[in-house]
């Protein structure tokens, strides 16, 4: 089983890969595509059904913050039937949208810029070297350019300084982060073809 | 086929089935045989049979016994006499039977230099020795003499012991007496005509075993010359080739220089009465057995016949026999000085006062008659009856034949092999060229070698247990015959001595000491030792080891009881072997005191340290700020929202937008300006309802300069679940000025799954791979995706990302599908710098990253629709806050961990 789970995911990734390269071999390359689409959203219909029989057990098993357990079911049930029902653009989809789904998120984004206020304010009594003195001050430098002062903007922040950490300092370290990106995905593609690295089962 | 056995003597090569050698007729393999049952060899580790010697004693003869017991009392009595002479003392402590041996070993190393008789002899002073009396009794008792040379002159027959005196003042009759009269019963003549001194004699003389070994001229004489020589042959084997006489000797050249130069010897042995000495008397007569004697071939065999029989051991060594001569040369007066005649001769006694008492005997036997020893009467009874050849000898030179067929041999019948003491008839087994097989009951003492070849000329010594067999035949016999003869040739011996001068192969004799190993025969100098381990039985029952080892082995750890394991309750199952526990050895005892330096004490001090305080408990010091975190958190949380709560509810527009429009943002605006009117577009919706501020403000000044401008049809796409509600919502709320409708000017295709493959593949076949829209109605047939069946037919391609990965993933994956419609991006102020790069490369035609750069675009769109200027002062203001809080913040809590760390060290 093994073996045949290997020859076959070997076989269709070798069978994508040269389709880019010929193109007689794109209909099968699209054909394994679109399997792979429908077994995504398969896969994220199967991650529906196990989240719902997780807090399902604890409802009926009566654990510890079931409550917030049945509340995710009820509003899970109750996208799931105006979305699929009512459809994205329905009122009342759009009012669960903007009235629960979007305040929440974005409540934890505020939330989470007050945090990382905090941390940094906190950061150098914790580690207090030369690293976090960096990061403190580049973080100062790139939100003073990117904020105007009420009687206008500081022409050396805002116009030469922060252009100058964006363009070239950070997208320097931009480009090296896309470079190993790019290097990793193709030695992960390379060891997902040669058989070493098998994650779709088996050691 | 077997092999061939190898003479021990000669070392000649004989056929197995030969008894004898047939050079040298020795016996090649022992008498014995070999050793079966209790008489076999022992091995290591057997335990010895154990046999009781003392039960032979009353075998012995009476004089034996009484040898015995003297030799043990002289060896009890010899520390006493010696003043604690430490070789005695072990020899002393030997079986009985080895006392008389060790006493003789003790004495023969006291004659080994000079015997007492040839310190005599030069007329010097002899040395009294202390223990002389004991240790000669001792000596002659275990060589079968019974008188020491000093003691067996007639004059002092009182030193001598009572049956050496003759038959009638023998009062004691042995056994050995008795054995050498039936010996001796076919009487020989006299001892005047002793056939070896007749020099007429045929030059050929057979070898028989009948020939007397006495080399006397006379019976007075025979026992000065036996006696003589008794002390010098204890030394010595090899001296009995001396005794080799023949009448075919002839004289050699240095016997006739002698007496060319000494005219007095030659008148003397011609003035001889009956008995001329037969060496002198005639130089052609001299000659034959002289040469013979130096040959040293034939003769010795004659010789040790007749010693055979006549059981007189006339034993010397040649080296001894040298000094004697060279001695007797030196104090020899001057040939003139000599006396012509024997009756004209003074007595010695006379003449030298320093002259030994044998040679004083000798003198006075001489003037007691030169034929009046013939009858013997001064003789022992044991002589008597062991010289037949000597008094049935008829005097005057009778010729040396017919006194050899004369002889009789040894009546073997008498002395069986059986009768025979133990340590005599085990002694011979020791000689493998022992006479045995023709006389086996003959006593070592007087048996000689069966020399059946004249060529022999050691045979009759290897007779002799205790002494080696075998001699050189070229020095030693010579000496050893010239010395014999001259009792036997006349009694003015002194007169013969200074008429002699020693030859030069006899001086160079004379100086060399044998060594032990010259003096062994020649199978026993061999390389190949005797095998310890086969001993004969009688070395076993002579082994005084054997009570020792019995007395160990059977000691009461044999019956021990075992107490515990499988043999508990057995008893002597595993005895314990004497001294394998004795034989351990102590332990070696190692110091246990650690010698350390300084410097790693302390460092297991430090260890120590170590290990306790990991033991040790640590209290938890409290956390005496965990009120003001909270305080902070909350105090900077209301901060932000006091402040930028009423900056944007008081839509104050303190803070200007910035002038400057970043590039990236101007080519987003071109690639929108450059879209055709009314074209298809894929707008992509990727960013999470956490983002909707940004992503919405940041997006919807370019959207809505294309909407205004432009006026596209829009396909809406996601690849977040919550992209499709996220899509109305952009175009119900922010672009609701534009008045889109779904499905009439855009349509939402919904949510794509599979992301990198499910952009690749919708890059590759839209229609197919998104069919439905969000609705589940069919869009591609729809007037808004009118003409569009590809990727490449939209006339741009808009991607709004708050995230990398979507934005790389769009970005890489419809490259190819693309064609030359623009990408355009609309990502967040955090994933923007990410997207710089595909920027300058082309491969992104335009991007707006944050508010910053939607703050351009929206000042490019007329202000329209005002999202940015909106949310401008409240985001500049909530910079500067946060720079401001952070760099002060930063600063205080740098201090307090200046302060902790201070107070860390200092505690």
């Known amino acids: 089983m093994r073996i045949a789970a290997l020859v076959l995911a070997v076989l269709t990734g070798v069978i994508v890969l040269v389709g880019y390269f010929i193109p007689v071999l794109n209909p099968i390359q699209t054909i394994f595509l679109t399997w792979a689409i429908i077994l995504a959203g398969t896969a994220a219909l199967v991650g529906v059904f196990n989240l719902i029989l997780v807090h399902g057990t604890k409802i009926s098993q009566r654990e510890k913050g079931r409550i917030y357990s049945a509340i995710l079911l009820i509003c899970l049930f109750a996208a799931f039937f105006f979305g699929l029902v009512l459809g994205p653009d ?23 810029a007050v945090t990382l206020l905090y941390a940094s304010i906190r950061l150098l ?79 | 086929m077997a092999e061939p056995i190898i003479c021990p003597v000669c070392g000649e090569s004989n056929p197995a089935d030969m008894e004898f050698c047939k050079n040298c007729q020795s016996r090649l393999l022992p008498l014995t045989g070999p050793l079966k049952d209790e008489d076999g060899p022992i091995h290591p580790g057997q335990i010895p049979t154990k046999k009781v010697t003392a039960e032979l004693e009353p075998i012995l003869p009476e004089w034996l016994r009484e040898a015995r017991k003297q030799a043990r009392q002289s060896a009890e009595d010899e520390p006493t006499i010696t003043g604690g002479d430490k070789q005695t003392k072990p020899l002393t402590q030997t079986p009985d039977l080895l006392a008389g ?58 030193a001598g012991l009572p049956w050496m005196r003759g038959g009638e003042s023998a009062p004691e009759k042995d056994e050995l007496t008795e054995w050498f009269k039936q010996a001796a019963s076919p009487a020989a003549p006299s001892g005047e005509n002793l056939t070896f001194t007749k020099t007429e004699a045929p030059a050929p003389v057979q070898p028989d075993r009948s020939t007397p070994t006495t080399p006397v001229s006379s019976a007075g004489e025979v026992p000065v010359g036996t006696k003589d020589i008794q002390p010098y042959e204890r030394e010595s084997v090899k001296d009995l080739t001396g005794s080799a006489l023949s009448s075919d000797i002839e004289i050699p050249d240095w016997i006739k220089k002698l007496d060319a130069e000494t005219p007095s010897a030659g008148q003397h ?109 001064a003789l022992p009874d044991w002589l008597k009856t062991a010289g037949p ?17 004369q002889s009789q041999p040894i009546p073997e019948k008498n002395l069986p092999l059986s009768e025979l003491p133990d340590w005599v008839s085990s002694l011979t087994p020791i000689e493998p060229r022992a006479a045995e097989p023709r006389e086996p009951a003959v006593p070592a003492f007087q048996m000689e070698a069966p020399a059946t070849s004249p060529a022999e000329p050691v045979s ?123 034989a351990t050895s102590k332990p070696k005892s190692h110091s246990i005191k650690l010698d350390a330096t300084d410097q790693q004490q302390a460092h297991a001090a430090l260890l120590e340290q170590i290990l306790s305080a990991e033991t040790a408990p640590v209290p938890m010091k409290a956390d005496s700020v965990p009120r003001s975190q909270r305080v902070l958190r909350w105090a900077l949380s209301a901060l932000l929202i006091i402040i930028l709560g009423g900056v944007i509810f008081g839509k104050t527009q303190i803070f200007p937008l910035p002038a400057q429009v970043p590039n990236e943002t101007i080519a987003a605006i071109q690639a929108v300006e450059a879209i055709p009117a009314d074209a298809p577009v894929l707008v ?7 983002t909707i501020g940004e992503m919405e403000a940041s997006g919807a000044s370019l959207m809505d300069h294309l909407l205004l ?163 401008w002062d409240a985001y500049s203001l909530g910079l500067l806050l946060v720079v401001v809080v952070m760099f002060l913040g930063g600063l205080w809590n740098l201090w307090l961990g200046i302060q902790d760390r201070r107070v860390h060290e200092a505690g």
């Open chain 2, 460 to 582: 009759s010594v290897s007779a002799l247990p205790t002494e080696p067999p075998a001699a050189s035949p070229a020095g030693p016999v010579p000496a050893a015959s010239a010395f014999t003869e001259i009792p036997e040739s006349s009694d003015d011996v002194d007169a013969i001595f200074a008429s002699m001068k020693i030859p030069d192969w006899l001086a160079d004799i004379t100086p060399s000491q044998p060594s032990p190993e010259e003096g062994l025969p020649p199978a026993a100098q061999a390389e190949e030792p005797i095998e310890p381990a086969e001993l004969p039985s009688w070395v076993q029952a002579m082994r005084p080891v054997e009570s020792a080892m019995r007395d160990s082995t059977a000691g009461p750890l044999d019956s021990r009881l075992e107490e515990r394991g499988a043999l508990a309750g057995l008893q002597g199952v595993l005895p314990a072997i004497p001294g394998a526990t004795a």
């Open chain 1, 90 to 112: 329905h009122p009342g989809m759009r009012l669960l949208v903007n009235a629960v789904i979007v305040p929440v998120e974005a409540s934890l984004m505020a939330v989470l």
């Open chain 2, 389 to 405: 050849s000597v008094q049935e000898t008829p005097a005057g030179p009778a010729p040396a034949e017919p006194a050899i067929v």
């Open chain 1, 125 to 203: 009594r914790r580690r207090a070297n030369l690293m976090s003195v960096l990061f403190i001050a580049t973080a100062l430098l790139m939100m003073i350019g990117s904020a105007t002062l009420p009687f206008g903007e500081v022409g050396a922040l805002n116009n030469f300084l922060r252009p100058w950490f964006q363009h070239v300092l950070a997208l320097g370290g931009a480009r090296g982060i896309l470079i190993g990106v790019a290097l990793g995905t193709l030695t992960t593609g390379l060891r997902v073809l040669i058989g070493a690295d098998r994650p779709y089962g088996g050691k």
């Open chain 2, 709 to 871: 401008l432009k006026h596209p049809r829009l396909a809406l796409i996601s690849t977040s679940p919550t992209g499709a509600a996220l899509a109305e919502r952009f175009m119900a709320s922010t672009l609701a000025q534009r008045s889109y409708q779904s499905g009439a000017q855009y349509v939402d295709l919904g949510y794509l799954p599979g992301g990198l493959a499910g952009v690749f593949d919708f890059s590759q076949n839209p229609t197919a791979v998104m069919p439905l829209s969000a609705d589940s109605a069919e869009v591609w047939n729809t007037q808004v995706m009118q003409g569009v069946t590809h990727l490449s037919d939209f006339a741009a391609v808009i991607v709004l990302t708050d995230s990398v990965e979507s934005g790389r993933v769009w970005i890489e994956q419809t490259e190819l599908a693309r064609g030359n419609a623009p990408l355009i991006i609309l990502s967040s102020a955090q994933a923007g710098p990410m997207f710089v790069p595909y920027v300058d490369s082309g491969q992104v035609k335009g991007m707006i990253a944050g508010l910053n750069g939607a703050a351009g675009a929206e000042q490019a769109n007329g202000g329209l629709p005002g999202f940015v200027r909106r949310y």
């Open chain 2, 684 to 690: 992509a919706f990727d960013y999470e309802p956490a």
């Open chain 2, 101 to 158: 041996l060790a006493d003789q070993n003790k004495q023969g190393d006291e004659d080994d230099e000079t015997p007492d008789w040839l310190r005599s002899i030069t007329g010097a002073p002899a040395k009294k020795k202390k223990n002389e009396q004991d240790s000669s009794q001792v000596k002659w008792v275990e060589l079968g003499h019974n008188e020491e040379p000093g003691k067996d002159v007639p004059g002092s027959e009182s």
């Open chain 2, 269 to 377: 042995t011609e003035s001889g009465k009956d008995a001329p000495s037969p060496a002198f008397s005639s130089d052609t007569d001299i000659a034959d057995w002289i040469k013979k004697l130096d040959s040293g071939t034939p003769l010795v065999g004659q010789q040790s016949e007749s010693s055979k029989e006549t059981s007189t051991p006339a034993l010397s060594s040649d080296k001894d026999i040298a000094d004697w001569f060279k001695k007797l040369d030196s104090e020899t007066p001057p040939p003139g000085q000599q006396p012509s005649s024997s009756k004209e001769t003074p007595s010695p006694a006379t003449m030298l006062p320093d002259v030994p008492d044998w040679l004083k005997s000798f003198d006075e036997a001489a003037g007691a008659g030169q034929s009046g020893t013939e009858s013997g009467e």
